[in-house]
């Protein structure tokens, strides 16, 4: 299994809304992370879990919450999103090598009304 | 703050002919570079990395890494229009903060 699955693929929520976005891989990958990307801009580093611990929050607002229950999976918990919020939030996985590239998933599509 | 740069573009290339993307960073730490393309509303594919200085070819693709100048590119031969995407160029950090930062990306659009 050479791939990096999200769900959900769309994502509409309203500002007083409580959802999550979900990621899973299975490729043995110690390093998982979570990327926000607006439209015609480059993917920004969010959070970044190395053997299932927190090592990297690039100063993130606290409605978003990460959760690493365990190798496979991270979540990234929503609440009280704004609309500036909406954007493509892409997870990502690798081995943490030099030369290990992140895989990415498909990606949520997110939108706050 | 740590800066990846790469022109936005967009560059026009004719089919068949080869697209010269190219990149600069400014963390002397970084200890290697990825291209990766990024069809619009999709996910970044990685294409290749390259960390030693010097030319990496991968089928049609070349990579070179100059870290003296700090200046990566990647060379696309025989470009075909599927090739037509944004292409993004990542550092990777070193150990102190391993993880990609990304430039804005350059769209290529390859003209049939």
């Known amino acids: 299994d050479t791939e990096v699955t999200q769900t959900p693929k769309h994502l509409v929520m309203g500002m007083t809304n409580k959802k999550s976005l979900k990621c899973e891989q299975h490729?043995?990958?110690?390093?998982m992370y979570w990327y926000k990307q607006k439209a015609k801009k480059p993917p920004e580093l969010m959070f970044v879990y190395s053997y299932e611990k927190l090592s990297i929050n690039e100063s993130v607002p606290s409605r978003f919450s990460p959760e690493c229950p365990n190798s496979s999976l991270l979540n990234l918990h929503l609440h009280a999103l704004q609309p500036e919020d909406s954007a493509l939030y892409l997870c990502a996985s690798s081995s943490e090598g030099l030369t290990d590239g992140y895989t990415f998933g498909s990606g949520t599509r997110l939108t706050v009304v | 703050q740590k800066e990846v740069e790469q022109n936005s573009g967009p560059l026009s290339v004719p089919e068949g002919a080869i697209a010269s993307l190219n990149c600069t960073y400014s963390d002397r730490g970084s200890q290697s570079f990825f291209w990766y393309r990024q069809y619009s509303g999709k996910s970044p594919e990685l294409i290749m990395f390259i960390y030693s200085n010097g030319d990496k070819e991968d089928g049609r693709f070349t990579a070179q890494l100059n870290k003296a100048s700090q200046y990566v590119s990647l060379l696309i031969r025989d470009s075909q229009p599927s090739d037509s995407a944004t292409y993004l160029c990542a550092a990777l950090g070193d150990t102190g903060r391993r993880a990609l930062t990304f430039g804005s990306g350059t769209r290529l659009q390859v003209q049939p």
């Open positions: 490729m043995g990958h110690r390093a």
